[in-house]
């Protein structure tokens, strides 16, 4: 049966096969794309003149062919959904979508770079207002770009790992020939593989952060993860107290560095990477470590939370991922009180036998079970469940945070699913005797969205929100 997309491809490589060769600009027997419609358009459906919904249009246009419309709304849950018809005509364009009852009928504003015209939904009118979205061209990377900054690419080397890193190092651009110190902020990055701007669908935080301090009067430098961009060694050997002691490294390579002030140093820390600055201060002092969106609460909380995210942005129903998060608490309880590998094994696995009976051996509405229950299935949790359980039953933020001279800031983003804000917030309190700030509206990459996808988090032109920028470095500029 063909697909929507399929029969798309088809229809346009009939079209194709059918067109004059003079029209093929763009090579022998390829298609020339019109730029001035084709790319993906995003913007909003009005309501007497007030937002009601977000919209975007992916748009294929071919020179002298046929022109496909995919829509999406992000806030009704619906993605790549084909008009079935489409007829474009210079600058208008018509296209309708008899399942849905959408019809849209818009013209393309050549001076504003916009799409504007009507959109009828279930008998409704709504204005329909969208611009061509560019994934490359966000406003916060085009500020960096012009920045007054100097970008340093650096190699440090850190023998005691045999490992490199790739590194980079940002500082104001000065304007006399006098070279000033800059007091120094280290980033700190989260759990997993991440390079030095914590990269993710485009976005580079990171980057944008180290821009904002520079401009502020500090230096910042960030790197690439072990086995990372242009780092070498692996990341799974490394545990807190190797990343701890390889950031303390980081800092000394810097000692000689005429422009840099290692005696004033914040660290910026990024998820499970504030663990891993708290174990940094214990080894030498700072003046102050930033947390952005730590987890607080119990390594259990850490996972289950984590896991149960990752899981609801799947599409995974409610009642599924209450399966899997009893699953989660019975392992960690299973390992505790077998710690050794064969017991724990032999554990986890029986409590996957367990819940695979309970739930009516239904591999098909708990995937996650499939791989344990199969006959491959000790190797797997031997390889890669033990690990992950033993990891997160190892994290005890309590004790890391509790003892700590210096002074510690906690952000946390208001629709965090992987962080929630409340629990950890008063388990922040609770250990430490101070409040955390709350970033409203923003989600887990400290973006300003409320409780968005990763699909719609890639769509937003900003990297990181106003609010987080101006809370680091106003926190930044307190020490003194």
């Known amino acids: 049966m063909l697909t929507p997309l399929r029969t798309s491809i088809l229809a346009l490589l009939i079209v194709w096969a059918a067109l004059p060769l003079t029209a093929q600009e763009g090579g022998f027997g390829l298609p020339t794309y019109d730029t001035t419609w084709t790319g993906r358009w995003s913007g909003t459906l ?36 084909p008009f079935d018809a489409v007829r474009r005509s210079g600058d208008s364009i018509m296209c309708t979508a008899d399942d849905d009852g959408i019809t849209l009928r818009a013209v ?69 020939p ?89 660290l910026l820390a990024s998820g499970e990477g504030g663990l891993v600055a708290a174990a940094v201060a214990e080894r030498r002092p700072v003046d102050h470590i930033i947390l952005l969106g730590t987890p607080v609460v119990d390594g259990l909380s850490i ?40 017991g724990a094994t032999t554990a986890i696995a029986r409590i996957a036998d367990s819940i695979y009976v309970a739930t009516g051996r239904d591999l098909d509405s708990y995937p996650v079970l499939r791989r344990l229950v199969d006959s491959s299935r000790r190797s797997y949790i031997v390889g890669a469940i033990l690990p992950w359980l033993q990891r997160y039953e190892a994290l005890n933020p309590a004790a890391a945070l509790r003892p700590h001279a210096a002074t510690l800031t906690l952000l946390l983003a208001e629709d965090d699913p992987v962080v929630p804000a409340t629990p950890n917030a008063e388990a922040f309190e609770a250990i430490t005797g101070r409040q955390a700030t709350l970033i409203r509206q923003t989600n887990h990459f400290m973006q300003s969205c409320a409780t968005c996808t990763s699909m719609e988090a890639a769509d937003l032109s900003n990297t990181v929100s106003e609010v987080v920028l101006d809370a680091v470095v106003t926190t930044v500029l307190s020490v003194r």
């Open 46 to 81: 009005l309501q007497d003149g007030k937002r009601l919904t977000r919209v975007s249009l992916d748009i294929t246009a071919v020179v002298h062919g046929p022109t496909e419309v995919v829509y999406s709304l992000p806030d009704r849950l619906q993605y790549n959904r």
């Open 108 to 176: 393309r504003n050549g001076k504003t770079s916009q799409i504007e015209g009507t959109w009828t939904d279930a008998s409704r009118t709504l204005t329909l207002r969208v611009g061509l979205y560019d994934a490359d061209d966000r406003p916060q990377l085009r500020a960096v770009a012009s920045a007054p900054i100097e970008r340093i690419e650096k190699t440090i080397a850190y023998p005691k790992e045999h490992v490199v890193l790739g590194a980079e190092l940002v500082i104001p651009r000065s304007t006399t």
């Open 303 to 342: 996972m289950r939370d984590a896991f149960d995210a990752d899981e609801a942005e799947s599409g995974t129903p409610d009642h599924v991922r209450a399966v899997y998060r009893d699953m989660l608490t019975k392992w960690m309880t299973a390992i505790r009180l077998r710690p050794d590998p064969v």
């Open 178 to 266: 006098v070279t000033r110190r800059y007091p120094l902020v280290v980033f700190v990055s989260d759990a997993g593989e991440q390079d030095r701007n914590a990269s993710h669908h485009g976005h580079l935080p990171n980057l944008v952060i180290a821009e904002r301090l520079a401009r502020a009067g500090w230096a910042s430098i960030r790197w690439d993860d072990r086995g990372v961009g242009s780092s070498s060694g692996t990341l799974l050997v490394a545990g807190i107290p190797e990343l701890a002691q390889e950031v303390d490294h980081v800092i000394r390579s810097l000692g000689s560095d005429p422009r840099i002030d290692t005696s004033r140093i914040v």
